[in-house]
């Protein structure tokens, strides 16, 4: 099966630095590749996907790269603000064309902290 | 829109008791997942199910796990006869059935968080 690896654990950056978070994954058949953060006692809430037909994706301050060939992407976050402090987990999935059905592969997660 | 609705929010049983989590997905969503969140790890997926079937339980314990979802209400994930290891957060996720060309569409709730005392 689908295997997610995430790093690192823990990420300390200063209000106004990037973050960058990286997962590599296992399984080649894996098209889908979103990002959660999850905040204390929250469920987590999607806030970027990518599929393997697109390299990189941006969305304001959140940006996320693939790469196929590697196996590996990767989550940026420009001018970081105290309230992107959170738990972020990258995940995997194959969905099937025509079908909605994708179970995700979880990263361990990444605890990110923006000093103010 | 309400989201993902998860119910109870927190739960305490000791050990042997039952243990009945309750997911209504969100409207125009029948597509539900359970996933366990263990203290300080990511998300494990444990089942998937349409109305009235299972498609996927690969990820649930083969003893005193159980999932449905009914033709009418709630998704139910039940664990019998409830162990200390089994102290968790329990997250539903919903989706439509057709793509929208975003992904998934995963909606998660906001958990159930249980306590085996």
């Known amino acids: 099966g689908e295997n997610v690896e995430q790093h690192p654990s823990t990420l300390s950056v200063q209000e106004g630095d990037s973050a960058v978070i990286k997962c590599t994954y296992s399984?080649?058949?894996?098209?889908?590749f979103p990002w959660y953060k999850q905040e204390l006692g929250k469920g987590p809430q999607l806030i970027i996907d990518?599929?393997?037909?697109?390299g990189e994706k941006k969305d304001q301050r959140i940006a996320v790269t693939l790469n196929k060939t590697a196996k590996h992407f990767s989550l940026h976050i420009t001018e970081t603000q105290p309230e992107d402090s959170a738990v972020y987990f990258c995940?995997?999935?194959?969905?099937?064309?025509?079908?909605?059905?994708?179970?995700?592969?979880f990263g361990q997660g990444t605890i990110l902290t923006v000093h103010p | 829109n309400a989201g993902v609705m998860q119910n109870p929010r927190h739960l305490v049983r000791r050990r042997g008791q039952e243990a009945r989590l309750r997911c209504s997905p969100m409207?125009?969503?029948?597509?539900v997942y359970w996933y366990r969140q263990l203290p300080e790890e990511g998300l494990k997926f444990m089942v998937y199910?349409?109305?009235?079937?299972?498609?996927?339980e690969s990820g649930m314990p083969k003893e005193r796990f159980s999932a449905e979802f009914p033709k009418e209400g709630p998704s139910i994930l039940r664990i019998q006869q409830v162990v200390r290891g089994d102290s968790a957060a329990y997250f539903c996720?919903?989706?439509?059935?057709?793509?929208?060309?975003?992904?998934?569409?995963?909606?998660f709730g906001s958990g159930t968080r249980l306590t085996v005392v």
């Open positions: 990518i599929r393997s037909n697109v």
């Open positions: 199910l349409q109305k009235e079937n299972i498609i996927d």
């Open positions: 996720a919903s989706s439509p059935l057709q793509l929208t060309g975003q992904g998934v569409g995963y909606t």
């Open positions: 399984d080649s058949a894996s098209n889908y």
């Open positions: 409207k125009g969503h029948s597509h």
């Open positions: 995940a995997a999935s194959t969905n099937a064309g025509g079908t909605s059905y994708g179970k995700l592969t």
